[in-house]
């Protein structure tokens, strides 16, 4: 069945930076886009990043452009997620997710598999 496990979530100071993985099973990883999204205390959930299958295209939303970066390495079914820069705003349960072939790539609802998510916490 389909897996999807982040790691490497924490509590980092403003400024600081964190790099999150997910770890995907189940399905053949390198055919489907694959999304980052998180949703904060009292917040929906917001599209964060989305990355193509084979890694040619990038997509971030304005909070993260810039500061985040989105990769994938395909040979080990791994999506990353680099965050540098962080501000008390970017906290969040983060988690990856598969996104529903054809969905556009902004889409905070446009999958079909998710992960249970990693908490990152941005604070002095």
């Known amino acids: 069945q389909v897996q999807l496990v982040e790691s490497g979530g924490g509590l980092v100071q403003p400024g600081g930076t964190l790099k999150l993985s997910c770890a995907a099973s189940g399905f053949t990883f390198s055919e489907y886009y694959m999304m980052w999204l998180r949703q904060g205390p009292g917040k929906g959930p917001e599209w964060v990043s989305t990355?193509?299958?084979?890694?040619?295209?990038?997509w971030y939303a304005d909070s993260v452009s810039g500061r985040f970066t989105i990769s994938r390495d395909n040979a080990k079914n791994i999506l990353y997620l680099e965050m540098h820069s962080l501000k008390p705003e970017d906290s969040a349960l983060y988690y990856c997710?598969?996104?529903?072939?054809?969905?556009?790539?902004?889409?905070?609802?446009?999958?079909?598999?998710r992960g249970q998510g990693t908490q990152v916490t941005v604070s002095s």
């Open positions: 997710a598969r996104r529903i072939m054809g969905a556009t790539f902004n889409d905070a609802s446009g999958f079909d598999y």
């Open positions: 990355v193509s299958a084979g890694d040619v295209q990038r």
